[in-house]
């Protein structure tokens, strides 16, 4: 929930902005579109972005996994990465938000590469692993509702291949999972899940200070 790096001041964002990170201009006039909207803060950081694009690339994903869409921008960065016949199955409970970004996506040329399913996550990620989907995907993203981030990170688990990847958003939760006022149903299922990705075998992980705090899970 940070449209920026945390801590990150407004001259050195400029500068990092400016050579640090190569960003489309489709991207960019998307990210443009949805920071005027009221619930802006959703949005990924550039920073964040391009360090997924390169992950995509550094694992060779070519179906990828993504629960919370908001208007659109964390898939269309992935998916402009994407071969040819790569994919981002995305997942979002609003037909509102994600148009934002359909004709953004049309633009780019990466529409057919987006197939936006509607509704709760867990109902469609459920239906995947029914369908048989287990293993199938090489990268996964989580940027939804936080309380239930457990169910959607032990599905994505499932789904990810082996020595696939998955990233998940807003883990130091703007300094709230430190702050032992804050005992919402939000901040304590992030905590939970921070304390049960550093005890999980079946992963490596490491969490990093990129945009609200970003978790990377490789599958063992």
């Known amino acids: 929930m940070s449209s920026r790096t945390l ?4 001259d050195l964002h400029r500068y990092l902005l400016a050579t640090g990170l190569r960003e489309s201009d489709v991207a960019r ?22 360090l997924m694009q390169l992950l995509v690339r550094l694992t060779g994903a070519r179906h990828t996994l993504e629960v919370g869409t908001f208007t659109g921008y964390s898939a269309l960065v992935v998916a402009e ?6 994919t981002v199955l995305a997942c979002d409970v609003s037909a509102e938000w994600t148009a934002i970004g359909r004709p953004f996506w049309e633009e780019a040329g ?11 996550a867990l109902d469609t990620l459920d239906a995947l ?14 940027d939804a509702d936080k309380a239930n981030y457990d169910g959607y990170y032990e ?20 300094g709230a999972v430190i702050d032992p006022q804050r005992d919402d149903a939000d901040t304590v299922a992030i905590r939970a899940l921070n304390l049960k990705l550093r005890r999980d075998a079946r992963v490596d992980m490491v969490l990093l200070p990129v945009g609200d705090g970003l978790t990377l899970a490789r599958k063992r």
């Not at 005027?36 to 959703?42: Q, S």
């Not at 990466?110 to 709760?120: C, S, Y």
């Not at 369908?131 to 090489?138: E, I, L, S, V």
């Open 7 to 10: 801590g990150l001041g407004d």
């Open 29 to 50: 006039r998307l990210r443009a579109a949805t920071a005027v909207l009221p619930l802006a803060r959703m949005q990924i950081s550039p920073e964040q972005g391009a």
């Open 81 to 86: 990465v994407l071969p040819p016949d790569g």
């Open 110 to 120: 990466v529409a057919g590469r987006i197939d936006l399913r509607l509704g709760p």
């Open 129 to 142: 692993l029914a369908q048989g989907a287990t293993g199938r995907f090489d990268f996964a993203f989580i």
């Open 155 to 174: 599905r994505a688990l499932a789904l990810l291949r082996t020595g696939g990847l998955v990233a998940i958003d807003n883990t130091l939760w703007s």
